[in-house]
């Protein structure tokens, strides 16, 4: 299920983080997960992802990321359209 978020979505997210300098996930409030290509696209659910935080593999491609980036790199984005 796709779904588009919003800046206030964004700025009330439980957590923020960046993948593989590549992908923004948010995680919401009730844990559900969307994530963001930075090459394009829509925001997509994300199954499972609090499966990836036990993977110590996996773990190493997160990056920390504010949701004053994350809004930043939207609107830069959108600029760029």
Avoid: C, R
Wanted: no cysteine; proline share 1%.
């Amino acid at each position: 299920m796709d779904k588009q978020l919003t800046k206030e979505d964004i700025k009330n997210a439980k957590q923020v983080d960046l993948y593989n300098n590549s992908v923004v996930f948010v995680v919401m409030p009730d844990d559900e997960a969307y994530g963001h290509s930075l090459g394009g696209g829509d925001w997509y659910h994300k199954e499972n992802y609090w499966d990836y935080w036990e993977s110590s593999l996996m773990l190493s491609y997160f990056s920390e990321i504010t949701k004053e980036d994350v809004l930043a790199l939207m609107n830069k984005k959108k600029k760029q359209k």
